[in-house]
């Protein structure tokens, strides 16, 4: 499984777009990239995944580049309710499915 | 649709006690995990089961012990509770079938002290 490393912490206004860089140098061919996000005193819950490109859905969007070496979780215009901690995953796909979630990354945002 | 459902939400044991926690899932998922989260860490795997009738063990297996009873319900035992397994657990689920399978489902957690 690649080894992640995310920022530890960031802080950011209402309204700001807010991007969340996790690096993953040892991303094998297989291997898709997971987003999750967890709120205080609730279980994780998934936001998006992808494998290369981008990848866009109704709440976030993944930005990878060519070389997969690193990936960007982008969360546009945030409001107080997406303080939460976000975790990025990266590994192959195999029945059962074991995922390997990291410290994270505790964002705050401000009013 | 309940999704994840865990029992209880809060538990207090000593040293040395026994107990189950319960997990159930209705969304037909084959796949269920059982994590462990300390705090200012993320979630450790401490057992999985792939389909019903399998378990494997996850990073932290020590200590617990796992039935996966039937397709919905998968339960973690502690036999001889020590502080050093006081944690948040939560149970998850996932189709487990295809791709999309990263995609897991969360239970609200069980928050177990072990004095």
């Known amino acids: 499984l690649a080894k992640t490393t995310q920022p530890i912490s960031m802080d950011s206004y209402e309204g700001q777009e807010v991007n969340i860089t996790c690096s993953h140098n040892?991303?094998?061919?297989?291997?898709?990239i997971t987003w999750y996000q967890q709120f205080p005193s609730q279980g994780p819950r998934f936001i998006i995944q992808?494998?290369?490109t981008k990848v866009t859905n109704e709440v976030a969007s993944l930005f990878i580049p060519a070389d997969r070496k690193s990936s960007t979780l982008s969360l546009p215009r945030v409001s107080l309710s997406d303080t939460a901690v976000y975790y990025c995953?990266?590994?192959?796909?195999?029945?059962?499915?074991?995922?390997?979630f990291g410290a994270g990354t505790i964002l705050r945002v401000k009013s | 649709n309940a999704g994840v459902t865990q029992t209880p939400k809060f538990q207090v044991l000593k040293t040395g006690q026994s107990m189950t926690l319960q997990c159930a899932q209705d969304?037909?998922?084959?796949?269920m995990y059982w994590y462990r989260q300390d705090p200012g860490m993320g979630l450790r795997l401490i057992y999985y089961?792939?389909?019903?009738?399998?378990?494997d063990k996850g990073e932290v297996p020590n200590g617990y012990n796992v039935s996966r009873l039937n397709k919905r319900e998968f339960s973690l035992r502690l036999e001889s509770a020590a502080p050093s397994q006081t944690s948040v657990y939560f149970c998850?689920?996932?189709?487990?079938?295809?791709?999309?399978?990263?995609?897991?489902?969360f239970g609200p957690g069980t928050r177990l002290t072990v004095t």
């Open positions: 998850a689920s996932s189709d487990g079938d295809t791709v999309y399978s990263y995609e897991q489902y």
């Open positions: 040892n991303i094998a061919t297989n291997d898709y």
């Open positions: 992808g494998y290369k």
């Open positions: 995953l990266v590994g192959v796909w195999e029945y059962g499915n074991k995922l390997v």
């Open positions: 969304m037909n998922h084959n796949s």
């Open positions: 089961s792939a389909s019903e009738g399998t378990t």
